[in-house]
């Protein structure tokens, strides 16, 4: 193992010099949990010691910014257990895969994810394998090989692909890192968390035959499990950036937050609403989505609850609906009491559905609203030109056109908002397009309007008027 983090070290420091020499990165999902730094670290290796490297240098790449290492508990302690230093690992701030993409000496394997996300998309091309455990989504295509499989843990997949066609890859060090992801993501093995598959079973099993000197099942998850619900010291940020995955549709962005706290005590965090405007702000979402996870006293089986935030009214209460609506799974959803507006909470009965089975629930919103969204583009263009249908009454009883936030070109406001406050009906005219530039005075829409905000603008020009006389 230390040779070849050495040598992803060695590719990565020659990645910026001009040359012809490959890279193959090995490239986790964006949440970059425990399960996909493991798998990324497990199968670069793998190919590290048996592939004749068609593709170039193997490289495992943590697909976060090094920076937020600190945030993922449960890697840091399973990885320290694993004798792998920190500094050892290469993280997507310290590679430019665009780069490397445009000079044709990119190749990536994607473990733990099946499609690129948005900001990604550029780099389809150099896809060469997908090894995943979520729901396909990923177009079939001949220059890739794609294995995904319903398993509960990717690791288990990396396992099973070593075990077939190398096993002599495998050494105590490797196997306690693919042990522990497994653990963690089958909850301990336990039948009752509805996670854990006959082949999670299988490549456990297989793990402690060939390692008997492995740690006991219950200690080692129960360590990691401690360290992922550690929370002491962070802010909400933080807390919310420990689990997060983000989905990404036309224009409108969501996220869901895995959050190792009872509801009621995530929303009895100081200033959370402002908070989680702010955190929606920086990081270009309409909506976010927050599972709590808990555990009662002697059980092992999870108390999901669901906080559903969003400064829009539209967008809280879209993303509600398509929750309470789920069937594939049903969520099972009771309203509960929530000290914000802008914060819907639930109470989820169905306790088997993680934020994995979540995802494709929120995707498939997304898919549904873009598709709205084109319908609406068109309809909003209409009542552009006949403004008898979109015109309400001002304060000077004149007509205004009134900002509707489903449309398109007016939903930029609602996602980048300054104003976290509560939120207030706007009747402004609509931004011109050619304003709609990041940077703009205009990119937010016009300001507020006042009856006291016009006398006082006209009495300044008064004043200007006077004193030019004098």
């Not at 091309?125 to 455990?133: L, N, R, T």
């Not at 009134?402 to 007016?410: E, G, N, Q």
Request: glycine share 6%; hydrophobic share 35%.
């Amino acid at each position: 193992m230390e040779e070849f983090l050495q040598s992803c070290s060695a590719a990565v420091k020659g990645s910026s010099q001009d040359g012809s020499a490959g890279i193959h990165v090995v490239l986790g999902s964006e949440s970059c949990d425990l399960d996909s730094m493991v798998s990324s670290l497990a199968y670069a290796y793998f190919l590290f010691r048996t592939s004749p490297r068609p593709h170039g240098t193997p490289v495992a790449v943590m697909n976060i910014p090094r920076a937020e290492f600190p945030l993922r508990s449960d890697s840091v302690l399973l990885l320290r257990e694993g004798g792998v230093s920190p500094d050892s690992l290469v993280f997507r701030d310290q590679l430019d895969l665009a780069r490397l993409h445009g000079d044709k000496r990119l190749a990536l394997t994607l473990v733990d994810h099946n499609v690129l996300p948005r900001a990604d998309r550029d780099l389809e091309a150099a896809v060469v394998e997908v090894i995943d455990h979520h729901h396909l989504e990923r177009t079939p295509s001949t220059s890739c090989r794609v294995a995904v499989e319903t398993v509960a843990s990717c690791a288990t997949l990396v396992t099973e692909r070593i075990q077939l066609r190398g096993p002599e890859v495998l050494d105590p060090q490797l196997a306690l890192l693919l042990y522990g992801a497994i653990l963690l993501d089958c909850v301990n093995m336990v039948p009752a968390a509805g996670l854990v598959t006959a082949r999670d079973s299988q490549a456990a099993c297989y793990l402690e035959t060939r390692f008997p000197d492995l740690p006991p099942r219950g200690a080692l998850f129960q360590s990691l499990q401690s360290a992922r619900a550690e929370l002491s010291g962070l802010s909400t940020e933080q807390i919310l950036m420990k689990d997060m995955k983000k989905i990404s549709g036309e224009d409108l962005n969501l996220a869901i937050s895995t959050v190792y706290m009872t509801l009621d005590m995530f929303l009895q965090r100081r200033s959370l609403q402002q908070e989680l405007c702010e955190f929606c702000h920086k990081h270009r979402l309409g909506a976010l989505v927050a599972m709590t996870i808990s555990f009662r006293e002697g059980s092992s089986e999870p108390c999901r609850q669901l906080a559903v935030y969003s400064a829009s009214t539209l967008y809280r209460e879209e993303v509600s609906q398509a929750l309470e609506h789920a069937h594939s799974p049903s969520l099972s959803l009771s309203p509960v009491s929530s000290p914000y507006k802008d914060v819907k909470a639930y109470h989820q009965d169905n306790t088997l559905a993680s934020c994995k089975k979540l995802l494709p629930v929120l995707r498939n919103f997304l898919q549904e609203w873009d598709r709205k969204q084109v319908h609406c583009g068109e309809v909003g263009e209409d009542l552009d030109d006949n403004f008898d249908q979109s015109l309400s009454p001002g304060m000077d009883g004149e007509p205004r056109p009134r900002v509707y936030s489903a449309c398109r070109h007016h939903r930029r406001r609602l996602q980048g908002a300054e104003n976290c406050g509560p939120e207030e009906e706007l009747w402004v005219p609509p931004t011109p397009m050619n304003s709609l530039a990041e940077g703009c005075p205009l990119d937010g829409g016009l300001g507020r309007l006042n009856h006291d905000a016009i006398l006082e603008r006209f009495s300044r020009l008064g004043r200007g008027d006077e004193e030019e006389q004098s």
